[in-house]
C-alpha cells in the first residue's frame, strides 16, 4: 500500500534550539516528496520539495530536507527554530501514475520559549 | 484575494441537512481536490477532478458527492450530513504535467450536531 509516515505526531524544542522532522515513505509513493506547513487557523502551503538532483533541498524559512533513498526516508530539519516555526508539518508523496499526493499524520511542531 | 477560495469558512449543522462546500480557484489549474482534515489522521482524499468532464473518487468517498461545474469551480456535498462527518475540509489545486504541488484553500470547518 501507498503510505507516507510520519513517526512523530508532536515535537517539542526550545527557541533556538535544531529541529528534525522525520518521514519515511513507502516504495509505492514515487520519489516526488513534499513537506508542508500548516499554521494556525490557516490552510497548508508548500515548504520544500525533492523532485530530482541533490538530495539536500532547501525550502523557505530556513528549513531544510534530504532525500535518503536507501532509508526511505525524508527528513526535515532546522538548525534553529524560532517561536513563529510553532505550526503542524505534514510530509507527502506522489502515488502511482495519477498523480495523487497521499500525506503523512502529520507533525506538531511546539517551540518553546 | 485568495487564489482557491472556499465557502462557507465554517459551519455548523444538525444530522440529516444537506450541505455544500464550494472552492473556486483563479491559478487557471485543471486539477481540483477535496481533502479531509482530522487530528492525528492527517489529510485524507475525498474526491478529485482532473478536468471538468473528469471525476473520481478518493480514499474516503462514502457520503459524498462532487459537482465540477467549471474549471474554476469544484464543490463537494453532504447528501445527509452525520456527525462523524465533523472536519476540516480543504480544497486544493494542481497542474497538469506538473509536479503534483498543491495549492490550497484556508479549509472550511463542518461541525455535524
Known amino acids: 500500500a501507498q503510505s507516507v509516515t510520519q513517526l512523530d505526531s508532536q515535537v517539542p524544542v526550545f527557541e533556538e534550539a535544531p529541529v528534525e522532522l522525520r518521514c519515511n515513505y513507502s516504495s509505492s509513493v514515487s520519489v516526488y516528496l513534499f513537506w508542508y506547513v500548516q499554521y494556525p487557523n490557516q490552510g497548508l502551503q508548500l515548504l520544500l520539495k525533492?523532485?530530482?538532483?541533490?538530495?539536500l533541498v532547501k525550502g523557505i524559512n530556513g528549513f531544510e530536507a534530504e532525500f535518503n533513498k536507501s532509508q526511505t526516508s525524508f527528513h526535515l530539519r532546522k538548525p534553529s527554530v524560532h517561536i513563529s516555526d510553532t505550526a503542524e508539518y505534514f510530509c507527502?508523496?506522489?502515488?502511482?501514475?495519477?498523480?495523487?499526493?497521499?500525506f503523512g499524520t502529520g507533525t506538531k511542531l511546539q517551540v518553546i520559549p | 484575494d485568495a487564489d482557491v477560495t472556499q465557502t462557507p469558512r465554517n459551519r455548523i449543522t444538525k444530522t440529516g441537512k444537506r450541505i455544500m462546500l464550494e472552492c473556486s480557484q483563479t491559478?487557471?489549474?485543471?486539477?481540483m481536490y477535496w481533502y479531509r482534515q482530522d487530528p492525528g489522521l492527517g489529510l485524507r482524499l475525498i474526491y478529485y477532478?482532473?478536468?471538468?468532464?473528469?471525476?473520481n473518487k478518493g480514499e474516503i468517498s462514502d457520503g459524498y458527492s462532487v459537482s465540477r461545474q467549471a474549471q474554476a469551480k469544484f464543490s463537494l456535498s453532504l447528501e445527509s450530513a452525520i456527525p462523524n462527518q465533523t472536519a476540516l475540509y480543504f480544497c486544493?489545486?494542481?497542474?497538469?504535467?506538473?509536479?503534483?504541488?498543491?495549492?490550497f484553500g484556508e479549509g472550511s470547518r463542518l461541525t455535524v450536531l
Open positions: 486544493a489545486t494542481s497542474a497538469q504535467g506538473g509536479t503534483g504541488e498543491l495549492f
Open positions: 491559478k487557471g489549474h485543471d486539477r
Open positions: 525533492y523532485l530530482s538532483g541533490s538530495t
Open positions: 507527502a508523496g506522489l502515488s502511482g501514475g495519477y498523480q495523487k499526493v497521499t
Open positions: 477532478s482532473f478536468d471538468v468532464k473528469d471525476i
